[in-house]
């Protein structure tokens, strides 16, 4: 293993939940890694620990985002992991994370696996390994979707203690399984009957969080959760699971089956059955839709209780008999939850919008922020520049070493010290070598080029960003909604809903180019 010039390294730990008893414990990895680190003299610029998270997927482990961010800052110059599964079990994304830590020049190791990752032979290893911890992940994971699947065909529940009306019932002596919690049961049926009755989901969301009613998780009811409990099949006895296509053959990649549970219904299956009649005829599709983008849903906060708005709109029918809709944005919580978990506190669309498309325009066409931004790129293009002309230069001392070594082979063959047949086998692997090198130097002179070419003027970004700007309106729903969210988080209003005192809250993208 190639250690780094100044030593300066990254250490990164993860256990999942279930791992902790098998050997892979925080402590444990920390203590060899740190160890490691003592005897080799090499200094340790952070620890980056994920403790409890599975290395399914590189989303959702905050350290490991971290350490990432942290190299294409090229903070360290190289990272160490117990073992390469504790970097990701994932093959593609291991791949991933390789490669981003060969583009900023770092190495990565693995402790008790012992390979360079700067040659072929460790790179196969590597990805050998890594093909192999996600080839148990999948086996783990499909042993467990077998065995759920084994349980419910036999109608045995899975879905522990998470369905309004049953408790998930466990002991030593019995067979853990679901038994009727008879208040809960009885809400159940009032909602069921209350549907049936002639009341929609949002009348009967804002009659359950009025009169204080909670989830199975203790939240309040949304529209959501209303209709979930509609459609659970498990209220009149039975279980519905997934089935693989080799199971059922010729009707799709996944199907539902359903099966006779050893349960206790809680809704008669007459109730049940009005209930879904009622469904199916009030899901039919408006024959006429609004037409509408909303660019700011979700980015505009509710201005009372924080809580991310979403569109609505106002049908109003005039003397004439035109009709006309005005457009708005309401708490997203009123509109799932209904009037007890907020009010609508509308705010009108086309001004809202108009509003943050203004400051978000003039914020990029700022000239002293712009003057920023293209310092900020070209800087990092001249910063990116200095490893690879470090690298070229190395790249043309190995070249002319082979040089020499080749006029030493026709010295030696002149003088009798090697034969024809050595001579040119010395050759021919010479030869190898410095095609190698000069394939190497090629790349890096294509590298050195885009970075010439990614150089940018301030005339050049302004002109982009005007182009961009004007052509705004034309772009596609997808496209606003890209570009907005790229730049803003989100966007707070008064409770007085003054949009002059409104607020916009960039991403970390944006702050990144303006620090």
Known sequence: MILPENNLIALYIRVSSEEQVKGYSID???????AYAVERQLS????????????????????????????????????????LNRLARNLVDQLKMLELFEQHNISYMSLTEQFDSSTPQGNFAMQMLGAIAQMEREQIAQNVRMGMQKRSSHGIWNSGNNVLGYEWVTGERIEPHAKIVPREAELVQSIFEQYRSGKGFKAITNHLNSAGYRTKRNRTFSIT????????????????????????????????????????????IDLWNEVQALLNKRSRPPTKQIIRHYPLAGLLKCPVCGHSMVPWHKKAIRKRGTVHLSHYYVCGRYSNKGSTACKANAVPASPVENETLSRFQHLLTNKLLLNEVVTRINRRNIEAEAPLHKEQAQISVSLKQ??????????LFEGEHIGHVVLMEKLEALKSEATAFKEAQHQLEQKLAELHTNTVSLREVRHALESLFNSFHSFEAEKHNALLRGFIQSIHIPTDRNLTEMHIQSTAALKYLIL
Request: proline fraction near 2%; charge should be positive.
């Open 402 to 411: 082979l040089e020499k070594r080749q006029r030493r082979c026709y010295e």
């Open 44 to 83: 340790i610029y952070r620890e980056y620990i994920d403790d409890g998270f599975s290395g399914k997927s590189i989303n959702g482990r905050p350290a490991m985002l971290e350490l990432l961010a942290d190299a294409k800052q090229h903070h360290f110059q190289m990272v160490i992991t117990w073992k």
């Open 225 to 268: 959760a209303v209709r979930g409990i509609l459609t659970n099949i498990n209220y009149i006895g039975q279980i519905q699971y997934t089935v693989h296509e080799k199971f059922i053959g010729k009707l799709g990649d996944y199907a539902k089956q359903g099966v006779r549970g050893i349960h206790e219904p809680i809704i008669s």
């Open 28 to 34: 444990g990895q920390l203590e060899a890694l740190r």
